[in-house]
T-cell receptor, first 112, second 112 residues
């Protein structure tokens, strides 16, 4: 079956510290992968998407970066977190063969 | 003007009531998704529509491509339906990305 794993579920990090959130998918190959963020009281915003290994596109300028070292692994990173990086981060994928989106369970990041 | 408009933004109902949430969009789409986000943040995909109507249990989703409008209906609403419902048109595929454009969501509370 097709599943998506995202961790950690919650994270509290001090300003200036690094960040690494990981997302892996199972049961599919060559998916399109996405990182979304939801700031408090706001809608979902697309941060990055990837159509293949090593291929990353950024939607908005920000303090974050993404990498796709393997077909089914998508990593969101930051070298130095800002307070404004706080939010709820969701990983998602969609199969190239069509069908709906599948979302990870999300990571709630609080930068203090 | 936002590309996706949802109404109402907030909705309260008594258990058993029939609920309708509306979504209008201005972009060309290949499909439209209805998503459910619970207070913990996790997102579940309810429907993906490209035409007509779909039904799953007490949930019904319709779309009118010509009018660029979709509705989500909940029959015999229940307190467990309380959540944020998000309309997310899927843009016409460009560079094979299948990106979603998110509405701001409708917060539904159903009281017993």
């Amino acid at each position: 079956s097709q599943t998506i794993h995202q961790w950690p579920a919650t994270l509290v990090q001090p300003v200036g510290s690094p960040l690494s959130l990981e997302c892996t998918v199972e049961g599919t190959s060559n998916p399109n992968l996405y990182w979304y963020r939801q700031a408090a009281g706001r809608g979902l915003q697309l941060l990055f998407y990837s159509v293949g290994i090593g291929q990353i596109s950024s939607e908005v300028p920000q303090n974050l970066s993404a990498s796709r070292p393997q077909d089914r692994q998508f990593i969101l990173s930051s070298k130095k977190l800002l307070l404004s990086d706080s939010g709820f981060y969701l990983c998602a994928w969609i199969s190239r063969r069509g069908g709906g989106y599948t979302f990870g369970s999300g990571t709630r990041l609080t930068v203090v | 003007k936002n590309e996706v408009e949802q109404s109402p933004q907030n909705l309260t109902a008594q258990e058993g009531e029939f609920i309708t949430i509306n979504c209008s969009y201005s972009v060309g789409i290949s499909a439209l998704h209805w998503l459910q986000q619970h207070p913990g943040g996790g997102i579940v995909s309810l429907f993906m529509l490209s035409s007509g109507k779909k039904k799953h249990g007490r949930l019904i989703a319709t779309i009118n491509i010509q009018e660029k409008h979709s509705s989500l209906h909940i029959t015999a609403s229940h307190p467990r339906d309380s959540a944020v419902y998000i309309c997310a048109p899927q843009g016409v595929t460009i560079y094979n990305t299948d990106k979603l454009i998110f509405g701001t969501g409708t917060r539904l509370q159903v009281f017993p």
